[in-house]
């Protein structure tokens, strides 16, 4: 079982409509979270990170985490066109900063 | 202000070849890793350094070697390349390594543009 896993999609909303990608984690040491979004072809970029239980917003992106469950999930909200690519989960256990990564979710933002 | 530079950013080998792959940081980050991504396996660790003169193995480290040549230069070494070595190379970099307070935002890291590499 991978430390992060996430459903590998694709996931396809119509444009406007609000996206959720979601994350589980194995290792209850597991501290932060980060969302990166890579493009095809591209590398990948922060969009978000978390640490504490609850939810962190930033424009129209939601971060949530869920400590007791050991979730993580991320809300596009108005999702457009250019939000298609694969969102990429990871974690960060322990005292260094190896990040382990999900395999990553697609995400179709369709017209 | 470039962030993470990687070299070369395409690469064709036959097996048997070496090679290294180049990466610099101009944030003065402390900490830099290199990952290979794979279809389907998404993003994995293969060696990283925490600090200028360190070096620890990750997930993946079999068949690679690294040097951290100075803070800002973190090369990837092939000796012997095999055709299971094809894949997309990224390098990053974080500006601190241990996670003493590991909800900082010193612990993320920052992606070069990645190097393809094939290996027939």
């Known amino acids: 079982q991978k430390e992060v896993e996430q459903n590998s999609g694709p996931l396809s909303v119509p444009e406007g409509a609000i996206a959720s990608l979601n994350c589980t984690y194995s290792d209850r040491g597991s501290q932060s979270f980060f969302w990166y979004r890579q493009y095809s072809g591209k590398s990948p970029e922060l969009i978000m990170f978390i640490y504490s239980n609850g939810d962190k917003e930033d424009g129209r992106f939601t971060a949530q985490l869920n400590k007791a469950s050991q979730y993580v999930s991320l809300l596009i909200r108005d999702s457009q066109p250019s939000d298609s690519a694969t969102y990429l989960c990871a974690s960060i256990t322990g005292t260094a900063s190896k990040l382990t990564f999900g395999t990553g979710t697609r995400l179709q933002v369709t017209l | 202000n470039a962030g993470v530079t990687q070299t070369p950013k395409f690469q064709v080998l036959k097996t048997g070849q070496s090679m290294t792959l180049q990466c610099a940081q101009d944030m003065n980050h402390n900490s830099m890793y290199w990952y290979r991504q794979d279809p389907g396996m998404g993003l994995r660790l293969i060696y990283y350094?925490?600090?200028?003169?360190?070096?620890d193995k990750g997930e993946v480290p079999n068949g690679y070697n690294v040097s951290r040549l100075n803070k800002r230069e973190f090369s990837l070494r092939l000796e012997s390349a095999a055709p299971s070595q094809t894949s997309v190379y990224f390098c990053a970099s974080s500006e601190i390594a241990l996670a003493g307070g590991s909800s900082s935002s010193k612990n993320i890291q920052y992606f070069g543009a990645g190097t393809r590499l094939s290996v027939l």
């Open positions: 350094s925490a600090s200028e003169g360190t070096t």
